[in-house]
Each structure stands twice: as structure tokens, then as C-alpha cells.
């Protein structure tokens, strides 16, 4: 099982970027995928969620109408387009897969990439 995190980087504030999450090893299409994020000295927060079938988003308060998320189940890929970033945003962003099964909830963890805004 991967997830694999890209697109991170130095961006200057109301700048954009474009993280992407290619996974492998599972079923892809039955996970609902999110992307977390920590900050130095804070604790890891959930920014944005979707639902396996991608019918449904939700995101955190600080982001909303900044950042979109996104899959295609048919690259097996997640994407989260941040757009007029701000310091505060600054963090490493996780990507993050989840299936509650009748028995058990099965959760994978990506690596992490580097978004660092500032001037």
C-alpha cells in the first residue's frame, strides 16, 4: 500500500498550488481520501474530505472557497488545488485514506509534503 504526496513547494502568499496523491495496493475507489495537515508545534488537522464515489466534499473553515478537492478513481489519484494561500497555511499536508468495514476501519497515511507560504 502508497500514498504518495506531490506538488509541495515555496509559494508566495495569494499564490497557488496543486498537490496531488497517487495511491497503489488498495481499492482505491472505496475509500473516502482526505488531506490533513501540521503545522510546527501544532497538532494535525483535516483540511478537506471526499467521499469514495467523490459525491461529497467537506472542508475546514480556514479553507473554504480557497481549496478544492478532487479525485479520479480511474487514476487512483486525489488532488487538493490551494489557491490564495496565506501564511497560516503553511504546513506539511498529509494525504489520507479511510474504509469503515463492518468489522473494522482501515486508514493509510502518505508520506507528507512540504507547503511552506511566505514573501
Known amino acids: 500500500v502508497q500514498l504518495v504526496e506531490s506538488g509541495g513547494g515555496l509559494v508566495q502568499p495569494g499564490g497557488s498550488l496543486r498537490l496531488s496523491c497517487a495511491a497503489s495496493?488498495?481499492?482505491?475507489?472505496?475509500?473516502?481520501m482526505s488531506w490533513y495537515r501540521q503545522a510546527p508545534g501544532k497538532e494535525r488537522e483535516l483540511v478537506a474530505a471526499?467521499?469514495?464515489?467523490?459525491?461529497?466534499?467537506n472542508y475546514v473553515d480556514s479553507v473554504k472557497g480557497r481549496f478544492t478537492i478532487s479525485r479520479d478513481n480511474a487514476k487512483n489519484t486525489v488532488n487538493l488545488q490551494m489557491n490564495s494561500l496565506k501564511p497560516e497555511d503553511t504546513a506539511v499536508y498529509y494525504c489520507?485514506?479511510?474504509?469503515?468495514?463492518?468489522?473494522?476501519?482501515?486508514?493509510?497515511w502518505g508520506q507528507g509534503t512540504q507547503v511552506t507560504v511566505s514573501s
Open positions: 471526499i467521499t469514495s464515489a467523490g459525491g461529497s466534499t
Open positions: 489520507h485514506g479511510r474504509r469503515v468495514g463492518f468489522l473494522r476501519t482501515t486508514t493509510f
Open positions: 495496493g488498495f481499492t482505491f475507489s472505496s475509500y473516502d
